[in-house]
T-cell receptor
Framework: KAGVTQTPRYLIKTRGQQVTLSCSPI?????VSWYQQTPGQGLQFLFE???????NKGNFPGRFSGRQFSNSRSEMNVSTLELGDSALYLC?????????????FGPGTRLTVT | AQSVTQLDSQVPVFEEAPVELRCNYS??????LFWYVQYPNQGLQLLLK??????LVKGINGFEAEFNKSQTSFHLRKPSVHISDTAEYFC????????????FGKGTRLSVIA
């Protein structure tokens, strides 16, 4: 069974631009969570989608948004990029979404904002 | 809200020596606890989890952890490490309702020296 895939793996953007990251969960998984990983703040939860609905949201500004499609694939968007948005963005999928400990992580998208 | 403290940011250890990575949590309600490992340029992989039952939990790659409720700790141990264990290790907690996001510690970088 294929694992969680994230595209692109690496991305360089300029401050002020916007970016869209994509995550394809494991087949059959209906929940997708997004995390931001930085050296200073560590791993921080962004949001979780289950059956196309945002169910949980972390403490991030409104510039960070996401969505989930009917096939469970998810995208996250960051508008008006800032230098501090440079991070590894990790996506995780789980089967039912009700037991978030059964999460399987993708390799991440490394975003660099210049 | 729950929180996790990983007491050591870096742990160097010689090959075949034992290792303990320390994790303490804070929560006013019952929690589930996890250890994840992250190899360079990869996502997170679940090592082991404590949900209920025996306080000694065995995971993959020879790792084990012990849940100590009175000490609010969940330390990770391995009796003999290999070079391939060099990675970043993250302790995480979620409420035992199972539908809240994972809260991660800042991570411990384990470096195994030949």
């Amino acid at each position: 069974k294929a694992g969680v895939t994230q595209t692109p793996r690496y991305l360089i953007k300029t401050r002020g631009q916007q970016v869209t990251l994509s995550c394809s969960p494991i087949s059959g998984h209906r929940s997708v969570s997004w995390y931001q990983q930085t050296p200073g703040q560590g791993l921080q939860f962004l949001f979780e989608y289950f059956s196309e609905t945002q169910r949980n949201k972390g403490n991030f500004p409104g510039r960070f948004s996401g969505r989930q499609f009917s096939n469970s694939r998810s995208e996250m968007n960051v508008s008006t990029l800032e230098l501090g948005d440079s991070a590894l963005y990790l996506c995780a999928s789980s089967l039912t979404g009700m037991k978030t400990y059964e999460q399987y992580f993708g390799p991440g998208t490394r975003l660099t904002v210049t | 809200a729950q929180s996790v403290t990983q007491l050591d940011s870096q742990v160097p250890v010689f090959e075949e020596a034992p290792v303990e990575l320390r994790c303490n949590y804070s929560s006013s309600v019952s929690v589930y606890l996890f250890w994840y490992v992250q190899y360079p340029n990869q996502g997170l992989q679940l090592l082991l989890k404590y949900l209920s039952g025996s306080t000694l939990v065995k995971g993959i790659n020879g790792f084990e952890a012990e849940f100590n409720k009175s000490q609010t700790s969940f330390h990770l141990r391995k009796p003999s490490v290999h070079i391939s264990d060099t990675a970043e290790y993250f302790c995480a907690v979620t409420l035992n309702s199972g539908n809240t996001p994972l809260v991660f510690g800042k991570g411990t970088r384990l470096s195994v020296i030949a």
